[in-house]
């Protein structure tokens, strides 16, 4: 089992900055590959970022050039930092964890608010 606590989510302004820290916990050993999603109220889960275990990472289209996704191994934490934040990227922020038995873990997610 893998437990993932998210942070750093809350309220700001159109054009601000955040940075959500997920700490992972648990059997980390089997992780492979860390990453982010969220979700805005009537709309799909929607993956954003990924960072594998070499150290390379993806981006959504949607996000690319804003979000910024790093870890910190020896805290066993991944952090995503968004500038440039837009009223649409209002939504719940979940950390995922996927590892090498095929299971992905969810954290319990954290608001972002954009406000015009």
């Known amino acids: 089992q893998v437990q993932l606590v998210e942070s750093g989510g809350g309220l700001v302004q159109a054009g601000g900055s955040l940075r959500l820290s997920c700490a992972a916990s648990?059997?980390?050993?089997?992780?492979?590959?860390m990453g982010w999603c969220r979700q805005a109220p009537g709309k799909q889960r929607e993956l954003l970022a990924a960072?594998?275990?070499?150290?390379?990472?993806n981006y959504a289209d949607s996000v690319k050039g804003r979000f910024t996704i790093s870890r910190d191994a020896a805290k066993n934490t991944v952090y995503l930092q968004m500038n440039s934040l837009k009223p649409e990227d209002t939504a719940v922020f979940y950390c995922?964890?996927?590892?090498?038995?095929?299971?992905?873990?969810w954290g319990q997610g954290t608001q972002v608010t954009v406000s015009s």
């Open positions: 960072i594998f275990s070499g150290g390379s990472t």
């Open positions: 995922i964890a996927d590892s090498g038995s095929y299971t992905r873990y």
């Open positions: 648990g059997s980390i050993f089997s992780v492979n590959a």
